[in-house]
């Protein structure tokens, strides 16, 4: 089947960058999309960002001119690159992988921790 590996998270000061990576590896290797979404405790599971197969790319506003995801296709690897990080960014950050077959968010990795103290 299908994974997805998350790593990258970790404790970063407000103001700090970190960069997480995302490699796809199974039976299904032609997604749609690959995206990040984050789930602080207590809140609902949001969108942070997503890319296309072709490069395009969408964000949360709430992460525009803070976030950059990017996607190594041939690698089946996605990143997200996150800089002037807030307190408000801690959450468990998740990849996902949207299949053309189905154009749903069917595939997720297991999470990774980032947590912003100020």
């Known amino acids: 089947q299908v994974q997805l590996v998350e790593s990258g998270g970790g404790l970063v000061q407000a103001g700090g960058s970190l960069r997480l990576s995302c490699v796809a590896s199974?039976?299904?290797?032609?997604?749609?999309?690959m995206g990040w979404y984050r789930q602080a405790p207590g809140k609902q599971r949001e969108q942070v960002a997503y890319?296309?197969?072709?490069?395009?790319?969408n964000y949360a506003d709430s992460v525009k001119g803070r976030f950059t995801i990017s996607r190594d296709n041939a690698k089946n690897t996605v990143y997200l690159q996150m800089t002037s990080l807030k307190p408000e960014d801690t959450a468990v950050y998740y990849c996902?992988?949207?299949?053309?077959?189905?154009?749903?968010?069917?595939?997720w990795g297991q999470g990774t921790q980032v947590t912003v103290s100020s």
């Open positions: 890319i296309m197969s072709g490069g395009s790319t």
């Open positions: 199974g039976i299904i290797f032609r997604f749609n999309s």
């Open positions: 996902a992988a949207r299949p053309w077959t189905t154009s749903s968010w069917d595939y």
